[in-house]
């Protein structure tokens, strides 16, 4: 079946599993997702299905928006409540024009150290393989961009923090940067994803309701908006993945029929537009 899900993911499970889920639904071999949500996350996945995997390297994928909740005084190794609490301190209390400054200091782009338990791979080796054997590895900053972040203070030593950010920043070390910015230690205590670019939450269905009822959502609804989107009604140069000559004004465009995606184009030096991928 070639379709694409949105998918509100319950807390408590991985994204690995929301995607087996969904592949077994619909009895589908070939499925994948366009971002990682940690396994006590919840939130926004869009899930590929079929053909339209091929969609990945051309989906939204940046300002995403998510909503946490965090607690100042305690650290644990994995920088969210499900960790090993490793440090305790007794916090100070904070105005809400102290958290104002902090984060707009923090807006714009930003360089992050990655936390020791994630996914990304030194030496062959994920990182969390390190941390689960108690190794703590050198880990290089990775440019990130944080496009708005507020936090206010929600009772005693709690906050919630509502952020859109580039894609690759985690939000658990996002937290933990902020604390150490108040002159304290924190740690988060939940995470939603709200949003990814123009596609949000309520636009998502449960597992549950997928079972019964199969929401799909348009295709082009997901497509990154880097990518121009042209219309045709002659479609046989483009599934040839033949060299366009016309000048459509854009350098990156997707040819399109009756309401499907067909190819990705990329304009190149020579001034035609080359095939990046098909999507039939």
Not at 74 to 84: K, P, V, Y
Not at 99 to 107: G, I
Not at 180 to 187: A, D
Not at 192 to 204: G, K, P, Q, Y
Request: charge should be negative; aromatic fraction near 8%; proline fraction near 4%.
């Amino acid at each position: 079946m070639d379709a694409v899900i949105l998918l509100n993911k319950p807390a408590g499970i991985t994204s690995f599993d929301a995607v087996r889920k969904c592949r077994r639904i619909f009895q589908e071999k070939k499925a994948g997702h366009t971002g990682t949500l940690d396994p006590q996350a919840s939130g926004l996945m869009i899930i590929l299905l079929g053909k339209y995997t091929k969609l990945l390297p051309f989906c939204v994928k940046d300002h995403k928006a998510y909503h946490a909740t965090f607690q100042l005084g305690i650290a644990t190794d994995t920088e969210d409540i499900w960790g090993n609490v490793v440090e305790e301190k007794k916090p100070q209390m904070h105005s809400q024009s102290e958290l104002d400054a902090l984060t707009q200091s923090m807006l714009g782009d930003q360089m992050q150290i990655p936390p020791m338990y994630a996914a990304i791979k030194k030496d062959g080796r994920k990182l969390y393989e390190y941390a689960r054997q108690g190794i703590t590895v050198e880990r290089e900053p990775r440019p990130i961009h944080i496009d708005s972040l507020t936090v206010q203070n929600i009772g005693d030593n709690t906050y919630e923090m509502d952020a859109v950010v580039s894609s690759g920043t985690y939000i658990r070390t996002l937290i933990t940067d902020f604390a150490k910015g108040l002159g304290e230690i924190g740690t988060m205590t939940s995470l939603v994803r709200t949003a990814i670019e123009n596609v949000s939450l309520d636009m998502a269905c449960n597992i549950d309701a997928l079972e019964e009822l199969h929401e799909f959502v348009d295709p082009l609804k997901v497509l990154s908006s880097e990518y121009h989107l042209v219309d045709i009604t002659e479609d046989k140069r483009i599934m040839n993945g033949m060299k366009i000559k016309q000048n459509y004004g854009y350098d990156k465009i997707i040819f399109c029929k009756e309401g499907k995606p067909l190819a990705a184009y990329e304009r190149r030096d020579d001034g035609l537009y080359h095939c990046l991928r098909g999507f039939f």
